[in-house]
């Protein structure tokens, strides 16, 4: 039991597995889904080419009834706001002078309206759809946080993030995302709200209702390119953080280049957003999903793949106990919309994240440089946002370390003048012909070769009784006991899911299997034991570090690795998704030639040998996350570039088990494998989900996606949990459930938890559950990480933990391109000048005195070539306006 001080002098006792305790009787609520066929209705009488067109709608639908999703959903009715939930956020003057326009058939007298506003257009049944769209949203977050319904999608039109209180703006008219964030303050008195808004357009709409609002973080990444892309708008760039009690918490993050990919929005994800709403905690999460990134829009012209989207969305799926709303905006070219939308319902459904046919493009420079402005402008205000280092402004004058250093540049060129009146015709700008046929042809083929289908089973399980026979004759206390996998297995029936999975039918690994990760000498050795005499294998273990031996250990050994293999073949064959295999003996210290550590014969390491030769798999990911280093695992793979070995473990400087410099951030393979061996070393005891979570999000994933596995292998240890006797870690039982969320986005779900070590029976046993339930798609808490993190002053586990990322970021970088960024230093104390082009770099020098020439000069070396800075736009180009 842990005690935690309440309220007063009152201290409440909570235990530490309560949360897990509590999922026990949580099962998955449906998935809503909110809609209206008559939003068909709206269009615009006057251009018939005009974008926002209707097929925006029915295509999505089409697609999710093609793939059958729309019957898996809850299929909410759709509601109208009342003038009062409108009125929340809105003025009167704006309901109203939209109310008159409603049944109303003079073309000519609505095309005038409507020409007094940015990219509208006015129908007869705009009014009323208008108040549908935000019924709906109303009601689908009504529905979450009821718990009526897991999560949803509002597939709706028209969108809304770019309206405002008084005025219409960019095809919106009501604020749909704002309203129902506003009636979940109003109503369901919720303290933190998370919107993310990645439609290509920055809604600024929504932006302004929530910019002095501490209870609503707002992130939006969209197309900027320094003002010259709509809406154009200073308030648009990163600088814009927020006011009054809302500084920090509003996130802007300006594409300054067209042909933004995958890898950046994971990026982006990975690196800001995601550490961001960990730290926030929110108790809900609304999605402004416009799909005008994606590949083919002529709006965005960037290249996001519609398969890549429930990528994004997969990890905010463990956060805010899984309330997550998804709400349409944008999105104009029809392919890549109805695709995207709909991989994304399937992804709130559970499916497994589809594969990115393409390998993931690295960062983009550009992106580089917006990311890493809009972090060193946040870095004052969320802790997880500091890894980077930082200089100070007189570190500009040595010349000799600038390219260590990033320095936040504002540059801009900004749009057209205001106008009286905006085009209503003619307002789509299509791509060139040649760029229409290849995205089609591309979209086309990303289509035919994203595998959808789903094995039978979600989770097949590996487990036998005869693994208990392996024990301690001489040490009756020893932690290494058979009841560890007895424990679980017991918890797993008393939680109801060993009927879920399909039951794995137990057999031996053979020699050559288990040869695959071991010398045969090895192999006869632990086999001649058979049988032997307890004082016999008494003394043969000693020879051995952390050994013991048992007249079956060779029985059990060897059925523990026949195990996993039949979870790979299970997997691999297609039966099922993934694997959870509650086994004993462990593996993972297990040498080449020799047994170590509780360690016999290495499960994993021979589960990828076969993985490999069998299957003929090209990348198997390995994910170490025992408390301890897999010495073992480790060595086996050290110049194989065939798999990808990454450990997070307790080091304490070379100190702790398994000791030495074997486990130290700059051991990174050899030979050929120079590279594939990923350690992840902590220095501190006491490290709890929140380390976990940054190393996972900010250096473990931006890896995997780049390594691209075809199937991944978890060596499951839970003695970096709560409760262990020997980890010295605070990792909860949910936690565990997240990182196994997070895991299973990659290789189309091919995911195997094996079990390693872990020596308190209720901390293994609640932590395996908790990833069986994660896998089986079952609800898990949400682990309270915000609590951790705005400790005050800072703990010193989290402190090392940044100590320790800094460090393996910094080696990483040399060997994954998907690092490359996060070396740079960043600025101390960013400051953006009163004049919107002045930047760090500028105010520093003119503080320091220093020319402008030297800063001219400064600016060219440590950000390269850039345009004017001035406000005109560049030499004859075009205001470019939205449509």
Not at 49 to 77: D, G, Q, S
Not at 87 to 104: A, D, N, Q, V
Not at 711 to 719: E, K, M, R
Request: proline share 6%.
């Amino acid at each position: 039991m842990l005690k935690n001080q309440g309220c007063g002098s009152q201290e409440s006792v909570t235990d530490i597995f309560q949360n897990a305790v509590n999922s026990k009787s949580l099962v998955r609520k449906p998935t809503a889904l909110i809609y209206d066929e008559s939003m068909s209705q709206h269009c615009c009488l006057w251009d018939k080419e005009h974008y926002e067109c209707p097929e925006r709608f029915t295509r999505v639908l089409e697609r999710c009834r093609e793939l059958n999703l729309t019957e898996r959903c809850l299929e909410l009715p759709s509601r109208s706001a009342t003038k009062d939930e409108i009125l929340r956020l809105h003025t009167e003057e704006h309901f109203e002078r939209l109310k008159e326009t409603s049944g109303i058939r003079d073309d000519e007298r609505m095309e005038e309206l409507s020409s007094r506003y940015d990219s509208i257009y006015i129908h007869p049944s705009t009014f009323e759809l208008s108040l549908l769209a935000s019924g709906s949203t109303i009601e689908l977050v009504d529905h979450l946080v009821a718990g009526k319904a897991q999560n949803g999608m509002a597939i709706i039109r028209p969108p809304g993030h770019h309206a405002m209180k008084a005025e219409y703006n960019g095809y919106c008219f009501f604020n749909n995302v704002a309203l129902a964030t506003q009636h979940a303050l109003d109503v369901h008195k919720l303290q933190r709200i998370l919107i993310i808004d990645y439609d290509v357009h920055h809604g600024q709409g929504t932006q302004r209702f929530f910019y002095n609002d501490p209870r609503v973080v707002y992130f939006s990444i969209h197309r900027f390119e320094h003002g010259s892309f709509w809406p154009h708008l200073h308030e648009s760039d990163y600088h814009a953080i927020g006011s009054g009690a809302g500084t920090g918490y509003n996130f802007n993050v300006p594409l300054n280049a067209t042909g933004m990919t995958n890898g950046d929005y994971l990026a982006i994800f990975q690196q800001l957003l995601l550490p961001v709403a960990l730290e926030f905690q929110p108790e809900l999460i609304i999605v402004s999903a416009g799909y005008d990134a994606a590949l083919g829009c002529p709006e965005g012209e960037m290249e996001v793949t519609p398969a890549c989207y429930p990528h994004l969305l997969n990890p905010l799926l463990r956060l805010a106990d899984a309330r997550v709303a998804v709400v349409l905006e944008g999105g104009y070219c029809l392919d890549s919309l109805a695709e995207g939308a709909a991989l994304t319902l399937r992804s709130l459904l559970g499916d497994p994240c589809p594969p990115l046919v393409e390998t993931v493009p690295l960062p983009r420079a550009e992106l580089a440089q917006a990311l890493l402005s809009c972090i060193a402008v946040h870095r004052p205000h969320w802790r997880c946002l500091q890894l980077q280092q930082t200089y100070d402004c007189v570190e500009l004058q040595d010349r000799d370390k600038e390219e260590d250093l990033h320095t936040v540049l504002r540059h801009w060129i900004g749009g057209p003048p205001p106008m009286d009146r905006y085009p209503t015709r003619d307002t789509a700008i299509p791509l060139p012909p040649e760029k229409l046929t290849s995205n089609a042809a591309r979209l086309q083929v990303l289509r035919a070769e994203t595998k959808l289908s789903v094995p039978s089973f979600k989770v097949c399980y590996a487990y036998d009784a005869q693994m208990l026979l392996h024990c301690n004759l001489n040490d009756t206390g020893h932690p290494e006991q058979p009841s560890r996998i007895q424990h679980i297995h017991k918890m797993h029936d008393d939680y109801g899911l060993l009927k879920q999975m399909k039951q794995l039918s137990p057999r031996a690994a053979t020699t050559d299997e288990v040869c695959l990760a071991h010398t045969r000498a090895h192999v006869n050795t632990v086999r001649r034991l058979l049988g032997r005499e307890p004082k016999e294998l008494h003394d043969a273990a000693g020879i051995y570090n952390s050994v013991y031996l048992h007249p079956r250990t060779f029985d059990c050994a060897t059925l523990a690795a026949g195990l996993v293999l039949q979870a790979v073949d299970s997997v691999l064959r297609g039966e099922s998704r993934s694997g959870i295999c509650n086994v004993r003996p462990p593996g993972h210290h297990a040498e080449q030639d020799h047994p170590h550590g509780f360690c016999i014969f290495n499960n994993v390491a021979i589960a990828a040998q076969y993985a490999i030769r069998d299957f003929g798999l090209e990348r198997v990911l390995i994910v170490d996350w025992d408390v301890h280093h897999g010495n073992g695992t480790q060595h086996i793979f050290e110049s194989n570039p065939k798999v990808l070995y990454i450990s997070l473990h307790r080091y304490e400087h070379g100190s702790f088990f398994p000791k030495g410099p074997d486990g130290n951030f700059d051991v990174v393979g050899k030979g050929a494998g120079r590279g594939f061996n990923v350690n992840i070393p902590w220095n501190k005891k006491g490290m709890g989900d929140l380390e976990y979570a940054l190393a996972f999000q900010q250096l473990i994933m931006p890896i995997a996606y780049e390594f691209n596995p075809q199937l991944v292998l978890v060596s499951a240890g839970f003695d970096a949990a709560i409760g262990d006797p020997l980890g010295g870690c605070k990792v909860t039982a949910e936690g565990y459930g997240m990182l196994t969320h997070w895991l299973s986005a990659l290789a189309s779900g091919r995911i195997i938890v094996c079990l390693e070590g872990g020596y308190n029976v209720n901390s293994i046993s609640y932590a395996m559950t908790m990833c069986t339930k994660t896998l089986l798609g079952d609800p898990v808490p949400t682990p309270q990480l915000g609590a951790t993190a705005l400790q005050k002053p800072p703990t010193v586990a989290f402190q090392s933990c940044v100590e320790s990322l800094q460090q393996c970021l910094q080696v990483q970088r040399n060997h994954w391109r998907s690092l490359e960024f996060v070396g740079r230093r960043l600025p101390r104390d960013p400051v953006v000048g009163e004049n919107n082009n002045e930047d760090f770099l500028t105010a520093s020098l003119r503080h320091l005195n220093i020319s402008n020439d030297d800063a001219t000069a400064a600016a060219g070396g440590l950000a390269g070539d850039r345009p004017d800075c001035g406000d005109e736009r560049p030499s004859g180009s075009k205001p470019k306006v939205k449509h």
